[in-house]
């Protein structure tokens, strides 16, 4: 088994490991439930009505791969965040059917049926009488992650964003991008198998969120966790994914999907290539047509 | 630079003291020419002088009354920090419990403590308990509604984020919303801190005369019997220097406590 997660791994001997290692090799491995296990989550119209009724999410279809990383976007209001808490299992959708594929352990050891998945929200959502550190620690504290493990993971994942000097830091004293990475690294201490962002660098100015949306590259190039990156911003949906669906406004659905071809390592001039406006111009139309 | 420093906490404290102490002088002052000038009898207002003097002859038997109020305050006090702590957490934990105790902690706040003091001396004697037990009582509530208040009120994000790692109830408690609390519980702290002494010295008007506690209460009411209201004023000068340290108190642990929750200074 080839382990391909170097940076922040310690289950990659585990038996119940499975299908992660074969993700790029286009090999289908059908798991018991008969959905490829290629497949990480599959969306099949999937439907949630709030008491009302208000019809948030209409018969939404996708599936995101394993090592995938894709973006949605779509006007405010039109259901990406509630599509992004379906996922998680936050919400229940109250039609079609939603599966995260996968025998995997979670940072816990235990094996269970939904991946382990790491959220990072709009805001950094940083308890504020944690220090940076402790707030690192969080996850692992709720996950029951042994004791003396909690150093030298959080070590890792203060230096993956190069925040080793804030470590006693706390969140009111740090700038909105370092919380926003403080954020990140929280949502991967874990080593999820699925990364969910909702709307993350929304509040930050634009170099600050060019600049993490760099960083995030980076870690998802070393660390090959799959992401549904949720976003109102076409040029960073561009920069960031594989792939980006565009949604409709409510009832939400997905009305297109554009594959974007552009090789990683993305440099951070691409941005200003001809190919990038001519994608981000067609998923802008696509955007504006689907709002009217 | 440090001098500077030094320096600049003392013009910080002086711009703070100068002008209540400043405002002291000229009442005082106020106080003492309008007795003399108008010849005020004593038994009416005494002047500032005659109250500084009884003050010291009667010393010792203020300071020890002093001393017997403020224990039996800063004990009811304590008292219903605890209390009102267990309330709360058992509220955050169950909407039934909430909405079947909730008026009746209500009720606590409204029926006039000075209604009840005579039933509680019954129950539970003429002395120490009573006091501390009407001293427990009034000061309950704040904690009770605040402490509530900051385990509820939890921002859903954060709750979000704890469901996302399928956390246990018992770690939402003790790592989200008792923390979440801390400045809730302290803001209904100030509030009770001089509500406690109120209640002690209420608790000591109907503990009565005859009785071996003789705190701060005992002296106001045995000085307003026999109209002696030279040694009344000292008395109430002695509660307000009572209540006035309990606070101070409070908003200074508060302060400490609340730095990591507020504007902390840079980490260890």
């Known amino acids: 088994m080839s382990q391909t997660r170097t940076t922040l791994n310690c289950h990659c001997d585990s038996p119940n490991w499975g299908g992660h290692s074969n993700y790029k090799s286009g090999q289908m491995n059908i798991s018991s439930t008969g959905i490829s296990k290629e497949a990480l989550v599959s969306c099949r119209d999937v439907g949630l009505v709030f008491p009302g009724p208000v019809t948030a999410l209409a018969a939404v279809s996708f599936r995101l791969r394993r090592g995938e990383l894709v973006s949605i976007v779509g006007p405010s209001g039109c259901g990406k965040s509630t599509l992004l808490r379906l996922i998680a299992g936050l919400l229940n959708p109250t039609s079609g059917s939603l599966e ?8 816990s050891g235990k094996s269970g049926d939904r991946p382990d998945v790491g959220f990072v929200f709009q805001d950094a959502t940083l308890l504020p009488w944690r220090s940076v550190q402790d707030n690192i620690r969080l996850p692992l504290e709720l996950l029951h992650v042994p004791r003396p493990e909690h150093t030298a993971r959080i070590q890792t994942a203060l230096e993956l964003v190069g925040l080793k000097e804030f470590a006693n830091a706390f969140p009111a004293q740090l700038s909105g991008g370092m919380r926003m990475r403080v954020a990140l690294v929280r949502a991967l201490v874990t080593q999820p198998q699925l990364l969910l962002l909702d709307e993350p660098f929304g509040a930050l100015d634009e170099i600050t969120r060019q600049r993490l949306n760099e960083d995030l590259l980076e870690l998802w190039q070393r660390q090959h966790w799959s992401a549904v990156f949720i976003t109102h911003n076409v040029f960073e949906a561009v920069f960031l994914s594989q792939r980006v669906l565009v949604m409709s406004p409510r009832p939400g659905k997905i009305v297109a999907e554009f594959a974007i071809p552009f090789e990683y390592p993305r440099a951070p001039d691409i941005r200003g290539s001809a190919d990038f406006a ?5 998923i802008s139309l696509c955007l504006r047509k689907a709002a009217t | 630079m440090k001098q500077i420093g030094v320096k600049g906490i003392f013009f910080r404290a002086w711009d703070w003291l100068a002008p209540p102490a400043i405002l002291f002088c000229m009442v005082i002052l106020c106080w003492h020419a309008v007795t003399v000038a108008f010849k005020v009898p004593k038994y009416l207002v005494p002047s500032p002088l005659s109250v500084a003097q009884t003050m010291y002859e009667r ?25 009102g702590f267990v309330v709360a957490l058992a509220f955050s934990q169950s909407a039934l419990i909430r909405r079947s105790c909730y008026p009746y902690a209500i009720f606590l706040q409204t029926v006039p403590i000075v209604a009840i003091a005579p039933l509680i001396i019954t129950w539970f004697g003429y002395g120490f308990h009573s006091v501390v037990i009407v001293s427990f009582m009034i000061s309950l509530f704040p904690i009770i509604t605040n402490t509530s208040t900051g385990l509820i009120t939890v921002d859903a994000r954060f709750l979000e984020l704890f469901a996302i790692y399928h956390s246990s109830r018992w770690q939402v408690l ?14 209904g702290a100030k509030t009770s ?23 701060l209460g005992h002296y106001i009411s045995d000085a307003s019997g026999n109209m002696n ?6 008395a109430v000068l002695n509660c307000t220097l009572l209540g006035l340290s309990v606070f101070v108190l409070v908003n200074v642990l508060g302060y400490v406590v609340l730095r990591r929750w507020n504007n902390p200074g840079r980490g260890t």
């Open chain 1, 100 to 107: 995260l594929t996968g025998e995997i352990p979670s940072a």
């Open chain 1, 278 to 282: 001519r994608l981000a111009a067609e």
């Open chain 2, 59 to 83: 010393g010792g038997d203020l300071s020890h009354a002093l001393r017997l109020t403020g224990t039996a305050a800063l004990l009811g006090f304590l008292c219903s920090l605890i209390v």
């Open chain 2, 174 to 187: 003790w790592k989200l919303r008792v923390p979440n609390c801390v400045p809730f519980l302290i803001a």
């Open chain 2, 193 to 215: 801190s001089g509500l406690s002494v109120i209640g002690a010295i209420v608790g000591e008007f109907f503990v009565g005369v005859s009785s071996d506690w003789r705190g």
């Open chain 2, 229 to 234: 209201t030279t040694l009344l004023f000292a």
